[in-house]
């Protein structure tokens, strides 16, 4: 299997609810975004999906988070804006927007700072 990834960032604001410790107070992030796309066969041109292609979706996703506050967007109302519902976000979007029978998302990983992510694995069609 091949397994491509590409990388992003966006700056965002966050609060989690029903936490105890500093994360409860408004603070912000530099989120580092890790995107894997994986195939079993490459196109005519010997790849996965052309970067640029994993890229462009990527950013335009991370625009709907870049410099917002995490809590007031729709899709965390009712859920806490953790890395894990970061991440898992991230990678639902792109995989409507990136999946063919042939290549999917794989997962997707929020680093939060320089030592603490999370990665959400999808299930793979296959
Ligand atoms: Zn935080």
């Keep these: 299997m091949y397994e491509l990834k590409v990388i992003d ?3 965002a604001a966050h609060q989690l609810r029903r936490f105890h410790g500093e994360c409860e107070n408004l ?13 079993y066969s490459l196109d005519e041109k010997g790849m996965v999906l052309d970067f640029r ?7 335009e996703v991370l625009s709907r988070l870049d410099h917002k506050f995490l809590n007031e967007l729709t899709m965390f109302r009712d859920q ?8 898992r976000y991230i990678a ?8 063919t029978p042939e290549r999917w998302v794989t997962s997707v990983t ?8 999370v990665t959400y694995v999808r299930k793979s069609e296959k």
Aim: overall charge negative.
């Design 110 to 117: 929020a680093w939060e700072s320089e030592t603490a992510c």
């Design 53 to 59: 292609v994993v890229k462009k979706h990527t950013k």
């Design 80 to 87: 806490n804006p953790s890395a894990e519902n970061i991440a």
């Design 27 to 39: 603070h912000g992030h530099n989120w580092k975004v890790e995107v894997c796309v994986a195939s």
């Design 9 to 11: 960032h966006f700056s």
């Design 92 to 99: 639902e979007e792109l995989g409507a927007r990136l999946d």
